[in-house]
């Protein structure tokens, strides 16, 4: 029985994982939990799986858990997760809340020598040469949600690391795919949300909408797999049915393959290095879907995938600033205070007002990752 932290409970992957230990719960428990401030999620959860630890981004949220579970050990923001995620009696961490504020849990749980399943990304956008030299000093391994790399993990299950050549990301070209930069002027929060192959949280999915998710994922993908910006490509493809690819040095390419269900690889990073049945997803029909497409990526529509590549490429504190940047900008489009053009023209003026700092340590980080955000506030206020 593995018992499981999961930080994110109340999102679209912290649903889904719900889902899937509930599918299997000879093999795993929900031990502790954090989600914000969603109780109306919350609350179903914690009378099914009675977790033993139950974390709250506030006081108020606090309050209400105690009060309609009086018996639940209740915690708070950062410390809480941080407990949660080192707790001795946890094996697996699950990381999927949203943005670098699940930093400090990966740290912590990588020290602990915890299993971690990740699909928050922001945390290796941000500090990827901090988690990633914390899991090799540790002998941890981190296993991937997001599904390019869970897809990439399981082209490389069994190969030498040093047969694979480049990774190929592919992208769906989210809910603006087909429109050119002049028809971007006069879109809205609804339209950016409606995502054409998959349901996910709000600021992933405008994510995907301005390319920043495939940027986040370049630099994600250098990280996991020690691979150069110069041998990690990307190109469109609709249909998300490949969700990405390896070519290896003999010019063999691996592709894994799948209906849309982030369900495959939360269970994969659950399970590894076995497969459980999943048994209510669609099975992949590629006659009935008939025709598979792939385009060149154009650098000039998609600036936030440029400008991702520039931030990895100089590195240091570029890539805390790219991330902070987009949350912030990401965050004023939801609320319906900036365009959705506007969202690229903050993170650019961010970058180019930053003086990287080289091998930034935690304390650095987190003050680049503050400023940035009050800086790109300022822009606009
Ligand atoms: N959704 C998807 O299909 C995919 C997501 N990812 C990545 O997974 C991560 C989660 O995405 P997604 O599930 O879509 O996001 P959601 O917005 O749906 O969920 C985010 C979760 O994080 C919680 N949360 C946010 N801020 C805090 C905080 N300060 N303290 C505690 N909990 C907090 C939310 O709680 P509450 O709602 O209760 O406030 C919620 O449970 C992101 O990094 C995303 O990029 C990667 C690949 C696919
Ligand atoms: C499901 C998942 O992993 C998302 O990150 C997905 O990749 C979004 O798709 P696009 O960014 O390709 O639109
Ligand atoms: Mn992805």
Redesign the pocket.
Known sequence: MKRIAL????????LQTVDVIRNHSDEFELYAM?????LE??SPIIKEFRPKLV?V?DENTLQQVKSEFPELQVRL?LEG?YEAATHDQVDVVVN????S?GLSATLGAIEAKKQVAI????TLVTAGHLVMDAAHRNQVSLLP???EHSAIYMCLNGEREKDANKIILTASGGSFRDKTRAELEGVNVEDALNHPN?S?????TI?SATMMNKGLEVIEAHWLFDMPYDNIDVIMHKESVIHSMVEFVDKSVMAQLGTPD?RVPIQYALTYPKRLELPDTKTLNLVEIGKLHFQEMDMERFPCLRMAYEAGRQGGTMTTVLNAANEQAVDLFLKGEISFLTIETLIEKALEQHSIVHQPNLETILAVDEETRKRVISYVK
């Open positions: 930080l994110g409970a109340t999102g679209s992957i912290g954090a989600f914000g401030r969603n999620k919350a974390v981004q923001s997760m999927a809340v949203m943005g504020v699909a928050n990304k922001e949600i997001d599904s998959w996910m949280g709000a600021k992933i994510d982030m």
